[in-house]
């Protein structure tokens, strides 16, 4: 039989395409053949971004032998764990309890049945350091399967009860000011961020600490933020050239990246950023947010009015090759300016052979030189081959798109930001949806088959609220109505949120994690879009949802807040509030000076609702007068009509 993966809409999945290997994509089709010919299946779990991914394909799938053996005594499936992240959750906590870690590409051996009894991640085509090779370990579970089944059976058996019996219980109570101090143990005071390299973004930590410092005015808490953010838009991770993060610094002083450029990253920077820059006014904050945005509109949005997921850390089979510089390339690029330029960007050979990543740790002396240093190199640049693009779009992660672009294109008064946040929005309700039933992801405007999980309902119905407030259409409303209401008719049983639906496919093990990782946990999401869907309509039913959802964080957000940002953020929310504002107008823009103060003074995560007498939506029911109105548990404070007033109602110490 042949690779199958030629007709798949995951890009991930169709470079694989040409491989040796008899690639089959995650089926039941699939497990059916390994019943029928009683052989284990090979799941290999990637992502198009991934370089250890690319590295293992081209020594061992791209390998003709290699693939003869995995035809003859295996299944072999591949999946794209950006589009099923439900069986790369299963399966990698299957790894991390079997290994004592994780990563990709995950290599994992399964019964049939889809139980796993051998679990690892990259494995190298030759042996090394102690590192059994990927044919070593083929022939090994090959000689298991063949003389010890039934003990690979057993351990399989056994380990999905011991994943059935993690499920979490949250009970602590959400102490905030614990988790500051938590946070300042783990705080890097030279370099910025939390713990040791590799470092990450801490977006959603950022994001908390500054609604904490709105809220209590602690002055630690914005100075955590304003370091982390100064340290992370002045070194290589940020690119200094065309805006936009790579993910993480493989060292502690963000000046190395791994390249690839991911659309949540950068989404959650861009709320990031504009959100310090309404606190502190920092020139640096309002420039990098908005060429952050820069980079979403003009890098990875899809001409169906998407974004997209990812773009490559490689180009021609080297890492950082499209972002790094020598000072000769330098120098060919800019000319007289090279050397003004080499010592403001720190080009000593900070990266590999002898090349540097740009970083900018100081404002430049002439901004105009630099300007046109940067136009320059972006001339150069390119010249060269641009990373490859993984153009699905997500729903999870373009619903945190639509929420940064509409607060970003308020606040910022950019309003081809809230453009592109509702292309996006549209994208997403009339592609994804099919009823209130969400797809995960689309490409090329085609709908995947994959259904949406827990993250995607809820980001996708916090940024359609979010669009809600700045454009006063509320067909948003109701679509995020419609949304939440199936996260609880699926998404809930027994008292705990679960990140799949019942209705889909049944996996050997039903995931739930509220942990804030990389992208916020769907349950913690969850919680954020309840509690602003509650303080639109009043709903008792939406409340207790929230803090039914916030509660699955506590135990994280007590022991590690470091993995609970953005459950401690929502907390945060609750704790000043949550506040209510109804904006009510008769002419078109006619209230935008006041949407705009609304975003921009209000807290974080305050319900705004915006549009014309008569809106569906129950906050702005009975309000006929234009202006707007400011309150708590839907008791409203005297309505305002000048944009001074209304600052003043949100900022009354300022």
């Given at each position: 039989?042949?690779?199958?993966l030629?007709?798949?809409?995951?890009?991930?999945?169709r470079?694989?395409?040409?491989?040796?290997?008899?690639?089959?994509?995650?089926?039941?089709?699939?497990?059916a053949?390994?019943?029928?010919?009683?052989?284990?299946i090979?799941?290999?779990?990637?992502?198009?971004a991934?370089?250890?991914?690319?590295?293992?394909?081209?020594?061992?799938?791209?390998?003709?032998?290699?693939?003869?053996?995995?035809?003859?005594?295996?299944?072999?499936?591949k999946?794209?764990?950006?589009e099923?992240?439900?069986v790369?959750?299963?399966?990698?906590?299957?790894t991390?309890a079997?290994?004592?870690?994780g990563?990709?590409p995950?290599s994992?051996f399964?019964?049939?049945?889809g139980?796993?009894?051998?679990?690892?991640?990259y494995?190298?085509?030759d042996?090394?350091a102690?590192?059994a090779?990927?044919?070593q370990?083929l022939?090994a579970?090959?000689?298991?399967?063949q003389?010890?089944?039934?003990?690979l059976?057993?351990?399989?058996?056994?380990?999905?009860?011991?994943?059935?019996?993690?499920?979490p219980?949250?009970q602590?109570a959400?102490?905030?000011?614990q988790?500051?101090?938590?946070l300042k143990?783990?705080?890097?005071?030279v370099?910025?961020?939390?713990?040791?390299?590799?470092?990450f973004?801490p977006?959603m930590?950022?994001?908390?600490l500054?609604r904490h410092?709105?809220?209590?005015?602690?002055?630690?808490?914005?100075?955590?933020?304003?370091?982390?953010?100064?340290?992370?838009?002045?070194?290589g991770?940020?690119d200094?050239?065309?805006?936009?993060f790579?993910?993480?610094?493989?060292?502690?002083?963000?000046?190395?990246?791994?390249?690839?450029?991911?659309?949540y990253?950068?989404?959650?920077?861009?709320?990031v950023?504009?959100?310090?820059?309404?606190?502190?006014?920092?020139?640096?904050?309002?420039?990098v947010?908005e060429?952050?945005a820069?980079?979403?509109?003009?890098?990875?949005?899809?001409?169906?009015?998407?974004?997209?997921?990812?773009?490559?850390a490689?180009?021609?089979?080297?890492?950082?090759?499209?972002?790094?510089w020598?000072?000769e390339?330098?120098?060919?690029?800019?000319?007289?300016?090279?050397?003004w330029?080499?010592?403001?960007?720190d080009?000593?050979?900070?990266?590999?052979?002898?090349?540097?990543?740009?970083?900018?740790?100081?404002?430049?002396?002439?901004?105009?030189?630099?300007?046109?240093?940067?136009e320059a190199?972006?001339r150069?640049?390119?010249?060269?081959?641009?990373?490859?693009?993984?153009?699905?779009?997500?729903?999870?992660?373009?619903?945190?798109a639509i929420?940064?672009?509409?607060?970003?294109?308020?606040?910022?008064?950019?309003?081809?930001?809230?453009?592109?946040?509702?292309a996006?929005?549209?994208l997403i309700?009339?592609?994804?949806?099919?009823?209130a039933?969400?797809?995960?992801?689309?490409?090329?405007?085609?709908r995947?088959?994959?259904?949406?999980v827990l993250?995607?309902?809820?980001?996708?119905?916090?940024?359609?609220l979010?669009?809600?407030?700045?454009?006063g259409?509320?067909?948003?409303?109701?679509?995020?109505?419609?949304?939440?209401?199936?996260?609880?008719e699926?998404?809930?049983a027994?008292?705990?949120?679960?990140?799949?639906?019942?209705?889909?496919?049944?996996?050997?093990?039903?995931?739930q994690?509220?942990?804030?990782?990389?992208?916020?946990?769907?349950?913690?999401?969850?919680a954020e879009?309840?509690?602003?869907?509650?303080?639109?309509t009043g709903s008792d039913?939406?409340?207790?949802?929230?803090?039914?959802?916030?509660?699955?964080?506590s135990?994280?957000a007590?022991?590690?807040?470091?993995?609970?940002?953005?459950?401690?953020?929502?907390?945060?929310?609750?704790?000043?509030?949550?506040?209510?504002?109804?904006i009510?107008?008769?002419?078109?823009?006619g209230a935008?000076?006041?949407v705009?103060?609304?975003?921009?003074?209000?807290?974080?995560?305050?319900?705004i609702a915006?549009?014309?007498?008569?809106?569906a939506v129950p906050?702005?029911?009975?309000?006929?007068?234009?202006?707007?109105?400011v309150c708590?548990?839907?008791?409203?404070?005297?309505?305002?009509?000048?944009?001074?007033?209304?600052?003043?109602?949100?900022?009354p110490?300022?």
């Amino acid at each position: 039989m042949a690779n199958e993966l030629g007709q798949s809409t995951s890009p991930y999945l169709r470079q694989h395409a040409g491989n040796p290997v008899e690639w089959r994509e995650w089926s039941e089709r699939a497990f059916a053949e390994a019943r029928e010919r009683d052989v284990p299946i090979f799941l290999s779990v990637g992502y198009s971004a991934c370089h250890w991914c690319h590295v293992m394909a081209h020594e061992s799938f791209e390998d003709a032998e290699t693939a003869a053996y995995l035809a003859e005594r295996f299944v072999s499936v591949k999946v794209d764990r950006e589009e099923r992240p439900d069986v790369d959750a299963v399966y990698m906590a299957a790894t991390v309890a079997m290994t004592g870690q994780g990563g990709w590409p995950m290599s994992v051996f399964l019964t049939p049945a889809g139980e796993p009894f051998f679990c690892g991640t990259y494995f190298p085509k030759d042996s090394r350091a102690g590192m059994a090779s990927f044919r070593q370990v083929l022939e090994a579970i090959t000689d298991a399967w063949q003389n010890r089944r039934e003990q690979l059976d057993g351990i399989g058996k056994r380990v999905v009860e011991q994943l059935g019996a993690q499920q979490p219980a949250g009970q602590e109570a959400f102490d905030l000011a614990q988790a500051v101090q938590l946070l300042k143990l783990d705080f890097d005071p030279v370099d910025a961020g939390f713990g040791r390299a590799p470092k990450f973004p801490p977006s959603m930590v950022l994001d908390f600490l500054l609604r904490h410092h709105r809220r209590t005015g602690d002055e630690d808490a914005l100075a955590m933020v304003a370091h982390t953010c100064d340290r992370m838009a002045r070194g290589g991770m940020y690119d200094q050239l065309a805006g936009g993060f790579a993910r993480y610094s493989v060292d502690g002083q963000w000046i190395v990246p791994h390249f690839e450029k991911m659309l949540y990253d950068n989404a959650l920077l861009l709320d990031v950023y504009t959100h310090w820059w309404t606190l502190s006014g920092d020139p640096l904050a309002k420039r990098v947010a908005e060429e952050t945005a820069g980079f979403l509109l003009a890098e990875l949005r899809t001409p169906e009015g998407g974004f997209a997921s990812a773009l490559d850390a490689d180009t021609d089979g080297e890492e950082g090759k499209y972002y790094a510089w020598t000072p000769e390339q330098l120098r060919e690029a800019v000319g007289d300016d090279a050397d003004w330029a080499i010592e403001l960007c720190d080009v000593t050979g900070t990266f590999e052979h002898g090349t540097s990543v740009l970083q900018l740790r100081q404002d430049p002396d002439d901004v105009d030189r630099w300007n046109r240093v940067r136009e320059a190199l972006q001339r150069a640049r390119g010249a060269r081959t641009y990373p490859g693009r993984d153009d699905k779009v997500v729903a999870a992660w373009n619903g945190l798109a639509i929420t940064a672009l509409t607060r970003a294109g308020v606040v910022l008064e950019r309003p081809e930001y809230v453009e592109a946040a509702e292309a996006a929005a549209r994208l997403i309700r009339e592609v994804h949806l099919d009823g209130a039933r969400l797809y995960r992801t689309s490409r090329d405007g085609v709908r995947g088959s994959a259904d949406g999980v827990l993250e995607d309902y809820a980001a996708a119905a916090q940024g359609f609220l979010t669009l809600l407030g700045a454009t006063g259409d509320d067909e948003w409303y109701r679509v995020a109505e419609a949304l939440l209401d199936r996260v609880l008719e699926q998404f809930v049983a027994d008292g705990s949120y679960f990140d799949t639906a019942a209705d889909a496919e049944q996996l050997v093990w039903r995931p739930q994690d509220a942990t804030d990782n990389a992208t916020p946990s769907g349950v913690s999401l969850a919680a954020e879009a309840f509690t602003t869907l509650a303080s639109l309509t009043g709903s008792d039913r939406y409340e207790a949802a929230a803090q039914q959802a916030l509660q699955a964080s506590s135990p994280i957000a007590h022991r590690a807040p470091r993995f609970a940002g953005r459950a401690l953020a929502v907390a945060e929310t609750i704790a000043t509030g949550p506040l209510e504002i109804a904006i009510v107008t008769t002419a078109p823009d006619g209230a935008r000076e006041l949407v705009r103060v609304a975003f921009a003074d209000a807290p974080w995560g305050t319900a705004i609702a915006s549009g014309a007498p008569g809106s569906a939506v129950p906050l702005m029911a009975g309000r006929d007068l234009p202006a707007a109105y400011v309150c708590q548990k839907f008791t409203c404070r005297l309505p305002v009509t000048l944009p001074e007033h209304l600052r003043q109602e949100l900022r009354p110490a300022d």
